[in-house]
């Protein structure tokens, strides 16, 4: 069993049109995520979703003010980018990034040989990766290109999940994986995210905008985010509601 435990996490971001130059993202998050557990973050634009996910993997250009971010009681806050990898957490970034020069096989294979602690063997890795990538429907071609350098954008989001089923984590945070995707990438997606799921003690966060994807991957949670806190938690039914009637409940309480 693997718990990611969120508590009362501050985070703050260098803004120049802030009063002292920096403003409070995040005030006071505090979310459990327990192996086998499926839970959904929605909330308007600026709520902090994604700051919630870039925060608890390190990303540099946020500040850590307050609270605790522990896996399996391992405090991920004193760990490096690496360190959080290697500790069973993963990201899958709403805009995925190019990097030219590195094929997809080369950074797969270095990577799993980071979290492992030595490589895997190269005939089986080579059919792994393969496999890995037909099941999102990817050419297996795409190992020798660079990461996600000309990749459309469904491709990038499909390559992500394929990085998912290949490094195994304990606990996997997709943010916005959703995104830009047509209702046919959306399924391959979806499917990829719940042969993940099927695994043995894996918790996943998944923050999006829309409802659409619950209707595949079914949380257990949902939590809407409002002004860089939890404002309500609750099931599916959370989830209906926010698609009939929007977030206009728990602004008018927020202002």
Same mark, same amino acid.
């Given at each position: ?8 996490l501050?985070?703050?971001?260098? @803004? ?28 308007p ?26 896996l ?9 980018? @690496? ?9 899958a ?15 797969l ?10 490589a ?7 059919? @792994? ?5 037909e ?7 795409f ?8 990749f459309?954008?469904g491709?990038?989001k499909r390559?992500e ?6 490094l195994d984590?304990k606990?996997a945070?997709?943010?916005e ?27 996943l966060?998944l923050i999006?905008?829309?409802?659409r ?6 949380p @257990? ?35």
């Amino acid at each position: 069993m693997s718990t990611l435990e969120i508590k009362d996490l501050h985070v703050t971001v260098e @803004d120049e049109n802030t009063e002292g130059g920096v403003k409070e993202i995040l005030k006071g998050v505090t979310l459990t995520i327990k192996s086998g557990e499926t839970h959904a973050i929605m909330g308007p634009n600026g709520s902090g979703k994604s700051t919630t996910a870039y925060s608890i993997a390190g990303h540099p250009k946020y500040t850590i003010t307050g609270g605790e971010v522990l896996l399996d009681g391992e405090n991920l806050l004193e760990m490096s980018v @690496d360190e959080r990898a290697r500790a069973g957490l993963f990201l899958a970034m709403q805009y995925p990034v190019e990097v030219p020069g590195v094929s997809m096989a080369n950074f797969l294979r270095t990577a799993k040989t980071a979290l492992d602690g030595e490589a895997p063997k190269l005939r089986t890795w080579v059919k @792994d990766v393969n496999g890995a990538l037909e099941k999102m429907n990817l050419d297996p071609a795409f190992s020798q290109r660079s990461v996600n350098e000309g990749f459309s954008g469904g491709e990038k989001k499909r390559a992500e999940i394929a990085q998912l089923d290949l490094l195994d984590p304990k606990v996997a945070i997709l943010d916005e994986i959703d995104s830009g995707l047509d209702i046919d990438a959306l399924k391959v997606v979806s499917e990829g995210i719940n042969r993940f799921r099927e695994r043995s003690d894996k918790g996943l966060l998944l923050i999006t905008h829309y409802t659409r994807i619950l209707r595949y991957v079914k949380p @257990d949670f949902i939590h809407v985010f409002v002004d860089g806190h939890v404002a309500e938690t609750g099931g599916a039914e959370l989830g209906e509601e926010l698609e009939a009637n929007g977030y206009d409940r728990f602004l008018s309480v927020a202002r």
